[in-house]
């Protein structure tokens, strides 16, 4: 992973907004052709109302057209090694493949890289909808 993809992470979680948990998450994919879409969780006083960091980079990922994903990062302020939640993995495996890395970052760099596939390997697949 190059060094941006995190540092796009970590500028992201810099403007989390987090009142109320005090656990901001940045969050940054980047596509096959190297551009690179980045997000911070948001909360709303109705707490199940806000929404992840990864939920907001892929939300900037499709308004900017989308394409393969090759490589996502998750960074948190008071977590050495933050994982996607259980919704973000089924959202993320929508846009990725099961090969996708997945660097899992703590304020340094990257802690553990894993793939999709590892993360999920049991995901809904929207194929059988089709």
Known sequence: MSHDLF???QTAMAKAY???SKFPVGAALR???G???SGANIEVASYPEGWCAETT???HYI???GGKITEIAVVAARMARITP???CRQRLAEFASADTKLYLCDETGVVETVTMGQMLPYGFQGEILK
């Open 7 to 9: 540092q796009a992470a």
């Open 63 to 65: 308004m900017g057209g």
């Open 57 to 59: 980079a892929l939300g």
């Open 35 to 37: 551009r690179v879409f």
């Open 31 to 33: 596509t096959e052709d």
């Open 18 to 20: 987090a009142p109320y």
């Open 85 to 87: 939640c259980g919704g």
